[in-house]
């Protein structure tokens, strides 16, 4: 019986030296994987550059360098389809609405004037109408202004042969297209989506002898004006100019 007591002490005695050793042991190996983890800084996420637009860009926007910028996005996140590089972007039309901050997809573009057209309602088309007037050389005229078109033609013969007249009218502006430094000769033109009916109205102002004007109209008014047609003797007789030679 003393022999039984004798080991089962040595035994209990061993289980707890052991226990101890395992202990220790564990302790030691997770102070080294701490000691490693701090030295190793903490886990950062990898992440790629994407190009997101620099400011809002409308649909139909033909994008230059100066409307882009690029931003580190964790990969994980980064939109299917995202740009990585300007290259990319450039040159290309949006053919729906990206806000600022938004990274560039892809799908949302189209190559120059594919996705200006694939957004023309039916019945419509794209016409490009080459000005030089005041207002859009000088760069006041911007996409999303609605204008009217002014033009002077000439009738007949004699001195009331010249006729004035507000022609077409609340038309919005898609797009302008200037000279670049690339094509400097380029013609300034302004781009509408119009019924064929217009486009053919258009095209006779551009074709014939017709001095045109552009005027710029209050973003609130939709309404259609009725204006009288000016000529020399309306001129005369509505501001009292004087007839005849010297007396």
């Not at 710029?216 to 501001?239: F, P, Q």
């Amino acid at each position: 019986m003393k022999t039984m007591t004798f080991r089962a002490l040595i035994f209990l005695v061993a289980a707890i030296v052991l226990a101890v050793l395992t202990g220790a042991v564990v302790y030691s190996v997770a102070q080294q994987a701490g000691s490693k983890a701090a030295a190793a800084g903490p886990t950062v996420a990898p992440t790629i550059d994407v190009v997101v637009a620099a400011a809002d860009l409308p649909v139909r926007t033909m994008i230059t360098a100066e409307m882009l910028t690029t931003r580190a996005y964790p990969t994980q996140l980064v939109p299917m389809g995202s740009a990585t590089g300007t290259a990319e972007v450039v040159g290309q039309t949006t053919a729906t609405a990206v806000y600022k901050g938004q990274p560039i997809v892809r799908a949302q573009l189209g190559a120059p004037g594919r996705a200006a057209t694939a957004a023309i309602e039916p019945g419509k088309v794209l016409v490009a109408f080459p000005t030089g007037d005041p207002l859009t050389v000088a760069g006041l005229i911007n996409a999303g202004d609605h204008v009217d078109i002014l033009a002077s033609v000439m009738q007949g013969a004699g001195e009331n042969a010249k006729v004035s007249q507000t022609t077409l009218q609340n038309l919005e502006v898609l797009d302008v297209l200037s000279p670049t430094k690339e094509q400097p000769a380029k013609t300034t033109s302004l781009v509408f989506a119009v019924d064929h009916q217009v486009a053919v109205v258009m095209k006779y102002l551009r074709d014939s002898a017709a001095v045109v004007d552009i005027v710029i109209r209050s973003r609130s008014e939709d309404a259609l004006s009725k204006t009288s047609s000016v000529d020399l003797a309306y001129i005369v007789g509505t501001y009292s100019f004087r007839q005849g030679g010297p007396r």
